[in-house]
């Protein structure tokens, strides 16, 4: 027994996601594209092979089931060394020209030649093992590409890693996204971000995607610096807030098992970092596994190689720190074992290299820019599963697995490993509610006890079994994620918990390394509500940049004034503080329209996330002193463009979709309608307004309302309106061209 002396707000680790295989990622079939483009833009394409422009053209895509036509697609060449390829990779993009646009969820698809492997199947190979390891990788499958009718061969199609993909997987793209190519080491260049900036070959090699306005490397600086400057033996606290080790641990042994010798650990190549901002912690995502299974250019045989000593010559501090931690080491050493017995298991793995094979076997056989790179046949591809093709290819898929897994078989130190605990995550319960706690736990031994820890305030710890039965709120029984159910607690109190797991043979692991705080507060009595949302505008109502940009109108029911400056607004219930309101006081009756456009540098008014068309969650969060208790939330399903979902009536508890919406009106005045601002549209000034006249840029019909929509003028072709009588407050002018302007008269 023992008493919490410290205790703060801990950071959550919670499960990704994985999206299952749309009709785009259907791999039981061989999907054709066609791309239809000029025929002299193609050749400009062939001659420019240094080019990113992207150039306008047809996409056709065609499974069976579904035969899509796209027009005004943006189409260019893709990847490094296979632009001097004969058979070159391409990359389509289907919102270059035409803003915000997805095809199946998609805003990019990259069609990969493969030219460098024969059996044109590595890559793939790679994706479907990473994702049956529940460690978020990209979908993938072949397909059939044809330019302007002409048949240029099998590809592969890799889902494109950008803030879709990353929100697809954790929920959240907010965070700083970096492509790290060659020389990305992760050594520590020093304390200023500004130092990982550097470029190589005309491009930065800590390349930033998101955010990149902002270009601020703090997080990435700061993550570098722990990793190569804590002691060892402090090592797995330090990292544990700020980078995804468990899961990392995975993909290492992923790397060296299948010799993905061009990623992180040998070439400081090819992989993604995204900071996750529900968990705060950065995530290792794979990148372009094509050279695998054998492919060699540097004489080392990858099969035989030690898996203890596989980096470079050079340091690797993500690979070779991580290994001096004896728990590390352990559980890096448990998933080579693993993935040998389960993703390269023979048995299984032969018969899906088979299918594989037989599927893509015709498509090839008639691939006219197969033999061009290094004069393959259709023998060399059905070879190239079972041994060698020679040169750069010493190996097939199936001879190197068993060298490679006989190799792991002599090398492997097994120990018995600490109990896995990981993506710890917890609700933010309100008074008179349980509190309930969620934990993923593995272990080399079956059925761990596991254990959530908790104190209540600074009193002694209880401890509570979890389980993993699909009755204690832990999803599906056998899943390996364990629920307990605390609780409920009837008066404002602050929970401080850890969990624990001990194995059969007395391993006992704690996670995470500071417990997590969960403050259960008094309800929210703020009457502040979610009234009207818009996920996808396109010609409702522009922001004052002009832009179109999804909005969430907030509606002070109240008869009191409420400071928003400490409360917080979110697309993911998980995520309680992801964007944080401005400095701003909402009146009574006061409808606050808040743009969800990622764009928080245009203003206070503009979040740092976007809404999804397809359905996701909204909520108002108050103040961290209070466990950000919820005040608002809605979570809504698929939208339709410039169509909103709203309360009927403000603030009421029915909710319906608005043909006609009324961003920062009440929603009862389905008769106001935003108009497409033109350039020639009604100005009114002086706006705010001061005096008892306004004036009009030019003579209109006229309807005055107040915030609530109470109709209180109405004039026909004016240039003048008294407004005397009216008190200072806000107020919305309705143009006879359907246009309305909001008025603040001080």
Known sequence: M??????????????????????????????????TIDSDTLQWIYDNTGSNIMWHATFEFNNGTIHDTIENIGFRLRGNTSRQSAKKSFKVSFNTFES??????????????????????????????LRSMDIPAPRSNHMEVYINGNYHGLYINVEHIDEEFVDSRFRNQDGNLFKCLWPVDLNYLGSNPDLYKFDQGGRRAYALKTNTELDDYTDLATFIDILNNTPINDLKCALEPVFNVEDYLKIMAFDVMTSNWDGY????????????????????????????????????????????????????PLYERLLQVDEFKDKYSWYLNKIATEQMNPDVFFDRLNEIRDLIYPYVENDPYYPMDYGYDIDDFTQAFESGAGGHVPYGLKDFTEERVQSLNNQ??????????????????????????????????????????????????IEIEMFDDGMHADGEAGDLMY????????????????????????????APCEPIVVIVSEPSEYP???????????????????????????????????????????????NPDKWQFPDYTIQPN????????????QGGFHTNFKLNKGGEEIAINDSEETGYTEIDAYEYGQQETDVSEGRNPDAGAD??????????????????????????????????????????????????????????????????ISIEFLPAGLYFIRTGHGEVIKLIKQ
Not at 110 to 116: I, Q, S
Not at 483 to 510: C, H, K, R
Not at 550 to 572: A, C, M, Q, R, Y
Not at 694 to 714: F, P
Request: glycine letters at 8%.
């Open 528 to 574: 502040l509500y979610i009234n009207e949302f818009m996920a996808s505008n396109a010609t409702t109502i522009a922001d004052e940049y002009g832009e179109y940009d999804d909005w969430i109108e907030i509606f002070n029911n109240g008869s009191d004034p409420v400071w928003l400056g400490d409360k917080f607004l979110t697309d993911n219930f998980d």
């Open 265 to 316: 650990i040998f070439n400081k190549n090819n992989f993604y970092l995204y900071h996750n901002t529900e968990t705060g912690q950065f995530e290792y995502i794979v990148y372009d596994p094509d050279n695998t299974f054998g492919i060699d250019w540097f004489g080392i045989d990858w099969a035989e190689r030690d898996v203890y000593d596989w980096s470079s010559d050079e340091y690797r």
């Open 2 to 35: 023992f008493i919490f002396l410290f205790v703060s707000m801990g950071h959550l680790f919670a499960q990704p996601n994985f999206p299952g295989d749309n009709e785009v990622f259907r791999d039981d079939v061989v999907a054709r594209v066609d791309i």
């Open 655 to 720: 909710w319906i979709f608005y043909g006609s919406a009324t961003p920062g009106l009440s929603n009862g005045l389905s008769s106001i309608v935003y108009g497409k601002m033109q350039d020639d549209r009604l100005k009114v000034f002086p706006n705010p307004a001061t005096g008892s006249l306004l004036q009009l840029s030019k003579e209109s019909d006229i309807e005055l309302y107040s915030i609530t929509g109470q109709k209180l003028l109405g004039q026909t072709q004016t240039k003048q």
């Open 412 to 461: 492997i130190q097994l120990n018995d490993i600490l109990p896995v605990i990981k993506y710890i995550n917890n609700n933010y319960p309100g008074i008179g509610n349980d509190l309930i706690v969620n934990a993923f736990v593995e272990d080399d031994n079956p059925d761990p006890l596991v254990v959530v820890n908790y104190a209540i305030g600074v009193g002694v710890v």
């Open 100 to 129: 915000g646009r997805k095809y199946h969820g998609l805003e990019k698809m990259n069609l990969n030649g493969e030219h460098n492997d024969p059996s044109i199947s590595r890559s793939k190979v790679c994706w479907d093992m």
């Open 483 to 510: 629920g307990a159910i605390l609780g409920p607690f009837n008066q404002p109190v602050n929970i401080t918990y850890f969990i624990s797991a001990e194995d059969a043979e007395g391993q006992l692991a704690t």
């Open 590 to 601: 006061e409808f606050l329209i808040i743009w969800a456009d990622d764009d928080p540098e």
